[in-house]
């Protein structure tokens, strides 16, 4: 079995009416995570942007913009059934667009390389190449507000569960290699599991590695800490990193440190611990070596990390065929002029509001050739896998 995707379609996926939400009149056109349509209709570069909002009939909801290929929403039923909301984000587009005052990767398609990449330059075939850089002298995502997730993807439904994104990048963007074109899928399946696949193809060596950014928090509140939420990573080891979030290129053990959650444990236990990463990034902001990659190969039928929200009840494990998972406790939500900024049902976000789990190649990989290797040539096919399983306990 290559992939869960494959196992999904075997098992049959609900196949429920799901369109391009146009907007409207009246609380009827909302959609069950409150969203109104209507504000995320715009054009940008010439290109239409659309709220798409995939439905199983097992109370699952996704909306998803085009632009930047973001999850808006994701509902879920809690342990009461009641729809619950549990990734941040914003409510209109336009808050989304405004990169210089709301600046955000929530549900975002990141791409053409997730994480940062050192002095935002590597070397492929001999050749260097010099990247945009966003984060100090490195290349984030890509290059942030120029990279893929604040760029508008042609949109397809395919059938009535799976929303198709394709973006066509030019050999050049943002200083890397390569005319790229990358396709990615969002399906929901009939047991509540968010299954996203990420494919894409080069006309000269390049470097990929893509990944969603949803931002999770399970109780649906997010006035609060997710100090409570239970995580787990099926990960012996972690890559270090200096205090600019950059690989030391030393891999520890997450034995007797705060990063060993091998037994599922509260995200807050140690969140503030003195441990000299926690004191780096004010929290986690690591990449986690997986257990279920192993002689080159991943194994996305082995949950790789889940989060418990005792609160709601809702548990969720995720998948993957990459050989990291970056864990994010949304360290600089709620800091500086952050904690003035309104989101969705106009809540203000505190630090560590959230936990992100990223699937990924390490980070700054390309300068690191005894890692995975992020390099795309022409005639091969790149293909990332993630999958995201709801349910309650």
């Keep these: 079995m290559k992939n869960l995707t494959s196992a999904f379609v075997a098992l049959g996926i609900t196949l429920v009416m799901s369109t391009a939400c146009t907007g409207g009149k ?40 085009n632009y930047g290929g973001r999850i808006v929403s994701l509902v879920v039923p809690d342990k009461d059934n009641k729809p619950t909301d549990v990734v941040l984000g914003f409510d209109n587009i336009q808050q989304y667009t405004d990169t210089l005052n709301s600046p955000s990767d929530y549900g ?14 590597f070397t492929i075939d001999g050749q260097e190449y010099q990247l945009k850089a966003n984060d100090n002298e490195n290349c984030l995502h890509g290059g942030g507000t120029t990279g893929w997730m604040n760029q508008v993807y042609d949109a397809e439904q395919i059938g009535d569960s799976i929303l198709r994104l394709t973006i066509v990048a030019e050999d050049g963007e943002n200083g890397f290699p ?41 109780s649906g509140d997010f006035t609060k800490a997710a100090y409570d939420q239970v995580l787990y990573v099926n990960a012996d080891n972690f890559t270090a990193s200096d ?22 444990h509260a995200v ?20 986690y070596c997986l257990n279920t990659y192993k002689d080159g190969k991943g194994d996305d039928t082995q949950v790789c990390a889940s989060l418990y929200s005792p609160q709601s009840g809702i548990f ?17 939500q709620g800091v500086g002029r952050d904690a003035d900024i309104i989101r969705k049902h106009g809540i203000k976000y505190p630090k560590h509001v959230s936990v992100c789990l990223e699937s990924q190649k390490f980070p700054d990989s390309p300068n690191h050739p005894e890692w995975a290797s992020p390099v795309l040539r022409p005639g091969e096919k790149y293909f990332s896998h993630a999958a995201y399983k709801f349910s309650v306990k």
């Design 26 to 65: 009246g609380n009827a056109n909302l959609t069950v995570s409150g969203l109104d349509p209507a504000k995320f209709d715009t054009v940008i570069n010439e290109k239409q942007v659309k709220l798409y909002t995939l439905k199983n009939q097992s109370g699952m909801e996704v909306c998803i913009t």
């Design 108 to 121: 975002s398609s990141v791409g053409r390389y997730a994480n940062r990449i050192k002095q935002s330059k």
């Design 178 to 218: 390569g005319k790229v074109t990358a396709v990615t899928t969002y399906t929901v399946t009939s047991d509540n599991i968010l299954d996203i696949t990420w494919e894409a193809e080069t006309d000269k060596a390049t470097i990929i590695n893509q990944t969603n950014h949803n931002y999770y928090n399970l």
């Design 243 to 264: 205090a600019k979030y950059i690989p030391t290129g030393q891999i520890r053990s997450v034995e007797g440190t705060p990063f060993d959650f091998r037994t599922p």
């Design 268 to 287: 807050g236990d140690s969140i503030n611990s003195q441990y000299d990463q926690i004191q780096n990034a004010t929290g986690y902001d690591h990449n």
């Design 316 to 332: 969720m494990e995720m998948f993957t065929n990459e050989p990291g998972v970056q864990v994010y406790s949304a360290n600089f």
